[in-house]
């Protein structure tokens, strides 16, 4: 059977068609839910082997980004989503669902703390919103399940304060010790991990584009993978064409296809 995954929606949150359909292309069974209609009955989450946050504009960002969202879902949701983290399951965030997940506290999340925020996801460096194209580069050592085998791939960005940045250096280095960093804003022709902008579109302290929990089924980050299911989607599809070096799909869709095949195997 498809594995079920369940997509929160309302409150400003926009991402949910195309979401859904990744999850669908990726051989998965996606279902829209409404934050309401969850809170009113937190344990439907067990019926599910996946979550995840969507991108967009929750609560218009008015008190800070994921943060009135972050908060319901702790108070109404807090033992619940600790019992489907420790089930194995899997939960994903996309751009303001990485806000969601890093006000929450679910990333990074080590040590077991999966509801005291750890590090924060700040107004970009450049000081507007930003919407173009970057790329990411994969790192091979980490455990998250989303993004093994993968390498490089461009994805479109779509954010005001997207810049991972914490004070504690100490953890820091523990969550890059333990592989929590499972992409980085990459120069395109080097595949070096970069701090320059437009390259890094928001000045996130050593190029992260995302996070994992140490497990690797906890995982969040800023560009848009949903928004990348067909050639058509990039930019200069066109140009791949005429060079011959369109690909067969949207390299976006690898990430949910990791997801439904870790899935399917447990």
Known sequence: MNPKILIITGYGLNCEAESHHAWTLAGAAPELVHLNDLIERPARLHDYAGLMFIGGFSYGDHMGSGLAFGARVRHHMQADLA??????????????????MTKLGLLPGLDGDYFTQKVALMHNDCGAFQNFWVTLRFEEKSPCVFTRNLDLMPLPIRHGEGKVFTLDHALLERIEELGCVPCRYADPATGAA?????????????????????????????????????????????????????????????????????????
């Open 194 to 266: 970069t701090d320059k902008f437009p390259l890094n579109p928001n000045g996130s302290l050593n190029a992260i584009a995302g996070l994992c929990d140490p497990t690797g089924r906890v995982f969040g980050l800023m560009p848009h993978p949903e928004a990348y299911l067909f050639p058509e989607n990039h930019p200069q599809w066109d140009l791949q064409k005429l060079r011959g070096t369109l690909p067969a799909q949207g390299a976006g869709l690898k990430l949910f296809q990791n997801a439904v095949a870790f899935l399917k195997a447990t």
């Open 83 to 100: 019992r489907f983290i420790a089930d194995g399951k899997l939960i994903l965030g996309v751009c303001n669902g990485f806000q969601i």
